[in-house]
């Protein structure tokens, strides 16, 4: 695949703060990319700069084979962009705002009544065309942002927080939008929600104090959490020997019990992170426990997201 986007070594200082150090990376079409981090990571700092609306004080970023630093007319074309806050003029409608954004991106008569027609479809933003923007609900704020970024059918959407705002059908239509486009395009969303990058990202960068600090699928991510491979094992009745028995297998290192929505249970832990699910079966089925819930953890992003920013070791 093609990169589309590739970021080189951007950095961004605000006198002696480093808001952005030395950041790369590139994406592909049909990748949607989770640019996850905690409030005050860089995250869109990096969105301003990639998308030219924030000079770098060093480094680039080449949108579809343009730089946005050196041709930045060129490079903003295959870009939509949705800012933090989605701003907009408060006083007009989403109808007078779109049609004012499709003349700016030089359409006119029916083509920018067709591209208007479909923006407004995607983000389903019929009941509230001719109401002021600044009467709207936050997530109808956030779905005008969203309809201006998608007007021109851009290769390349950067979004900054898509779903902030939104009520949790809003937030699912909006995902499956965004999956629904990805094929065709490259996607960034600037996030800090985890079930965000679990819903719709193909990647992840985890960043933080400016600097990339993982890059890897969610899949990948999940991984390096202490719960991948782990088993919950809920017990019928537990005569208390249970734990006993279960840290006597070679590939178990912890045994935890843990409270949630689910019940009682132990939390059982494996060595590096290998699979200990047949070992597990086969201590339940000779000790002929009865066994009310088995299940194989994937890992869990929080966790790793959390050791990786905090400076720990997942």
């Known amino acids: 695949m093609n990169d589309m986007i590739a970021v080189r070594h951007l950095t961004k200082r605000f006198g002696p ?3 952005v150090d030395d950041v790369s990376f590139a994406v592909s079409r049909g990748e949607v990319l989770g640019f996850l981090g905690p409030n005050g990571a860089g995250k869109s700092t990096t969105m301003k700069m990639i998308t030219g609306f924030l000079a770098p ?3 680039t970023a080449v949108i579809c084979g343009a730089d946005i630093v050196d041709a930045s007319i060129a490079a903003k074309r ?3 962009y949705l800012p933090e806050g989605a701003p907009a003029y408060p006083d007009m409608t989403p109808a007078g705002f779109l049609d004012f954004i499709a003349h700016i991106r030089g359409f006119h008569g029916e083509q920018a009544r067709q591209r208007i027609a479909v923006a407004v479809e995607r983000t389903q933003l019929h009941s509230v065309l001719h109401q002021p923007i600044e009467t709207l609900s936050k997530g109808f ?3 005008v942002g969203l309809a201006q970024a998608l007007l021109h059918e851009p290769d390349v959407l950067v ?5 902030d705002g939104l009520d949790p059908n809003q937030k699912h239509e909006v995902r499956r939008l965004i999956s629904a486009l990805a094929a065709e395009k490259a996607i960034v969303i600037s996030t800090h929600l985890l079930e965000e990058v679990d819903a719709i990202c193909t990647r992840a960068i985890v960043i933080a104090g400016g600097r990339v600090l993982a890059d890897g699928t969610p899949a990948e991510l999940a991984a390096r959490s202490r719960h991948h491979n782990a088993v919950r094992l809920a017990l019928v009745r537990d005569g208390g020997d249970a734990t006993t028995a279960l840290m006597r297998l070679p590939g178990v290192v912890a045994v935890e ?3 949630d929505v689910e019940g009682s249970a132990l939390m059982i832990f494996p060595r590096a992170g290998g699979s200990i699910i047949a070992e597990v079966t086969d201590l339940v089925r000779t000790a002929g426990w009865s066994v009310a819930a088995l299940r194989v953890e994937r890992g869990r992003l929080d966790d790793v997201f959390r050791s990786i920013t905090l400076g720990g070791k997942a």
């Open 141 to 143: 704020k956030r779905r």
């Open 17 to 19: 703060i480093t808001a």
């Open 159 to 163: 979004l900054d927080e898509p779903t």
């Open 57 to 59: 004080t060093s480094g």
């Open 257 to 259: 019990p843990v409270e």
């Open 78 to 80: 295959h870009i939509g």
